[in-house]
């Protein structure tokens, strides 16, 4: 079997900014949630069995407490926040396992999720639904994965590397010094994406690069600045380090069964009235007549 780890915060806000508004009888903000709803039952369709969706219930999570300009839900529409309970309330009742994040960031649950479906010997592969580079270091050989689902991009561990110049391990290294303008934190000045990759292909954490500059492979240009920018903001350096790093102790599930659609709960018919997606309960409806899917949960 292959799990399906899905990123439900980048895909509501790419459907929020990619589809028509909608809104229900309330005046509430729907749009954004019909089209995840219908973007993951299309995985179903196709064929994914076991899956789960990681959102963030809220924006902020243990980080900000550890760096004050960690991104917040600052400058997000309101139109776009409202839409998370309705969406984890919407897959729930679609029969999909739903992750939503308080502490945690969505982030740390697809990391967690990924590494504990990663040892069940039944697992084929898993299979990382989301663009974002921070996901990168979950990757494991072509085991586990990351899926761009609207580009159609599948990144194995050679994936990384050819696009980021480190092994996956290296990543939360990488952005450490380049920063992550999306977490909101800086990197280290002078530090871009080649000299980052030159360095940590060589070095792979920051603790194994030498102090002295003059110790430096020959093959990196400008050791000295670097080296002198990145011992000047030590601190600094392993804090973004551990603002990037996943946390993998998020609980997710208990075993990868839980993670096997099953079928749509009952309320699932006046969930989709309540977002106007009636072709999408229609669906959900064939699929289970088919024989695909166990009957509804209850």
């Given at each position: 079997m292959n799990v399906y780890a899905?990123?439900?915060?980048?895909e509501l806000f790419r459907h929020f900014f990619a589809v028509p508004s909608s809104k229900n009888e309330s005046g509430q903000e729907i749009g954004a949630v019909r089209g995840v709803l219908t973007s993951v039952f299309s995985m179903i369709e196709a064929g994914a069995t076991h899956l789960g969706v990681a959102t963030d219930h809220v924006v902020e999570s243990f980080r900000n407490d550890l760096y004050p300009g960690y991104k917040t839900a600052e400058g997000v529409a309101?139109?776009?926040?409202?839409?998370f309970p309705i969406l984890e309330e919407a897959l729930e009742s679609m029969g999909v396992l739903v992750w939503p994040m308080t502490y945690f960031e969505a982030d740390d649950a697809l990391a967690a999720a990924a590494a504990k479906a990663a040892v069940d010997e039944r697992v084929t592969q898993v299979l990382?639904?989301?663009?974002?580079?921070?996901?990168?270091?979950?990757?494991?050989g072509d085991r586990v994965v990351q899926l761009d689902r609207r580009r159609n991009i599948v990144r194995n561990e050679a994936g990384v590397e050819e696009k980021f110049g480190v092994k996956p391990e290296?990543?939360?290294?990488?952005?450490?010094?380049?920063?992550?303008?999306?977490?909101g934190y800086p990197g280290i000045a002078g530090w871009g994406a080649k000299a980052a990759s030159l360095a940590l292909s060589k070095y792979g954490h920051l603790e194994n690069i030498p102090k002295d500059w003059q110790g430096w492979d020959?093959?990196?240009?400008?050791?000295r600045p670097l080296a002198e920018s990145l011992f000047?903001?030590?601190?600094e350096a392993l804090l973004y380090r551990t603002l990037a790093t996943l946390r993998l102790d998020v609980p997710v599930f208990d075993s990868v069964d839980d993670l096997r659609?099953?079928?749509?709960?009952d309320n699932f018919e006046q969930s989709c009235e309540r977002?106007?997606?009636?072709?999408?309960?229609?669906?959900v409806s064939a699929k289970v007549q088919s024989g695909a899917a166990a009957v509804p949960l209850g």
């Open positions: 899905i990123d439900g915060t980048y309101p139109e776009l926040l409202s839409q990382i639904c989301t663009p974002d580079k921070d996901l990168a270091q979950c990757v494991v290296s990543m939360p290294d990488y952005l450490a010094v380049t920063g992550d303008t999306a977490d020959p093959s990196i240009r400008r050791a000047a903001a030590w601190d659609w099953n079928g749509p709960r977002l106007r997606a009636k072709d999408l309960y229609r669906r």
